[in-house]
């Protein structure tokens, strides 16, 4: 009984991605109650429910979940068509059947997430997920062209979650990380948001009017503002000049005979230095002297953390 109720709970959520404690008591045939400690296993289970009490609150799924690709083995899968079919014969219920249609259509083979511009391929999915980044960008950029609002749970650099409501103008893909730049209800203002920073996302199903927005103003050098530019020269050992070249681009690599060097003017701070010691013993800072001195103390640091251990 309580396995066939929470299989119910996911996948009514699955189908109307909003509903309330009561509508879900009713169709299970069990308490509020049950239903709340139904919803907290299924939690933490991994299935991302969002529980938002008050006025307009409810139940929800993001919009951004679906059923992962390992949530059945093929023998489960089958076992699961079947067992809705058997139900659905005996029940006539219409959330069974919509459940059972996703997983008749459903295609099981292996695919990536392509998107598709013009001419411009790119590949969203992350090394490791589960299709998890490239469904999220998806409803993105569904809500951008159809100018539909967005709520979302979205986490900051230091850890701290938010809730908001935006309206989605464009997705912006700069240095391998993708934003998406739109107007914050909550700070009456455009934002960027890191796409991998948002928890979840659900189409509210309000949509809003387009704000003229002059593209070749976009804040383009969003967390850089304030740095202060540095002229840096490297020199590369020839392991890591691929990266380098991916980095900095090819203009600014010099190659004479065996010797391999790069300069360009990059913003200073944590994020310089970080990725300079991302490259590992492949490269090395020529100048300034002052940048290569906070390396060496990172890497004295860094040396020291694993000699105690």
Not at 123 to 138: E, R
Not at 140 to 159: Q, S
Not at 265 to 279: A, H, M, Q, Y
């Amino acid at each position: 009984m309580k396995f066939q109720a929470m299989l119910k709970i996911l996948f009514t959520l699955l189908k109307k991605r909003k509903t309330s404690a009561a509508e879900l008591a009713i169709a299970c045939g069990v308490s509020e109650r049950s239903v709340h400690r139904y919803l907290e296993e299924l939690i933490v289970s991994g299935v991302p429910v969002d529980i938002i009490r008050g006025r307009g609150g409810g139940i929800f799924l993001p919009d951004t979940y679906k059923l992962p690709e390992s949530f059945f083995t093929q023998e489960e899968y089958t076992a699961a068509v079947n067992a809705l079919g058997a139900l659905y014969e005996q029940m006539h219920d219409e959330t069974v059947k919509s459940a059972l249609d996703k997983l008749v259509s459903r295609q099981k083979a292996d695919r990536r997430s392509l998107a598709l511009s013009g001419n411009i391929v790119v590949d969203c999915g992350t090394w490791g997920d589960a299709y998890d980044f490239s469904d999220k960008l998806k409803v993105l950029e569904d809500a951008a062209a159809d100018a539909e609002c967005l709520d979302l749970l979205y986490i900051d650099r230091a850890g701290k979650e938010s809730r908001r409501t935006i309206e989605p103008h464009l997705l912006v893909y700069k240095q391998n990380i993708w934003y998406v730049y739109a107007w914050c209800r909550k700070r009456s203002d455009f934002r960027l948001f890191k796409v991998g920073r948002i928890r979840s996302a659900r189409k509210t199903g309000e949509f809003f009017e387009r704000r003229e927005i002059d593209r070749t103003a976009l804040p383009l050098h969003f967390g850089f503002e304030n740095a202060e530019l540095t002229e840096v020269k490297f020199s590369v050992d020839k392991k890591a000049l691929p990266d380098m070249e991916e980095w900095l681009g090819i203009d600014n690599i010099r190659i004479a005979g065996e010797n391999v060097t790069a300069e360009a003017t990059l913003p200073g701070g944590e994020v310089l230095l970080s990725k300079i010691l991302s490259f590992g013993d492949g490269i090395k800072v020529l100048s300034p002297a002052s940048l290569a001195e906070q390396v060496k103390e990172r890497a004295r640091r860094l040396a020291a953390a694993y000699a105690d251990g």
